[in-house]
């Protein structure tokens, strides 16, 4: 276990300190056991995408910023858009249900590229 000290609001700490007098428990084991309650923001990414990412960490910034500006391919993103009419008017085949899903996430996972080169970017001081 790792020491730490942290600012917490004082309506926070006097909350914390009331559940720990009525369980019996120490400040901190309470502050803990809420922590591990709470969702990850954000799910864990397979390990060939986490791998990916870490991977960009690596480029130049030229390639970051041409990776930043990158678009899904004008044929890819109009069959997405007429695939997404279609389910929106409920006349999607299965078929083509699997084919938007493919789509859709193949766009999620270029903007995830794009976010992770935007902030490392930002980390590397460009756009303060």
């Known amino acids: 276990m790792s020491d730490y000290r942290l600012t917490i609001p004082e309506e926070v700490f006097t909350r914390a300190k009331q559940i720990a007098e009525e369980t019996s428990q120490p400040v901190e084991q309470v502050l803990i056991d809420y922590l591990r309650t709470l969702s990850p923001l954000v799910p864990p990414l397979p390990p060939d995408e986490d791998a990916e990412l870490r991977a ?37 085949t299965p078929q083509e249900y699997n084919e938007l899903e493919k789509l859709v996430e193949r766009g999620q996972k270029l903007m995830v590229r794009k976010s992770e080169a935007m902030a490392l970017l930002g980390e590397r001081g460009w756009g303060h």
């Open 56 to 92: 960009l960490e690596y480029l130049s910034d030229d390639a970051l910023w041409t990776l930043s500006q990158e678009r899904m391919a004008g044929d890819l993103s109009y069959r997405m858009e007429v695939l997404m009419d279609k389910n929106s008017l409920g006349t999607i």
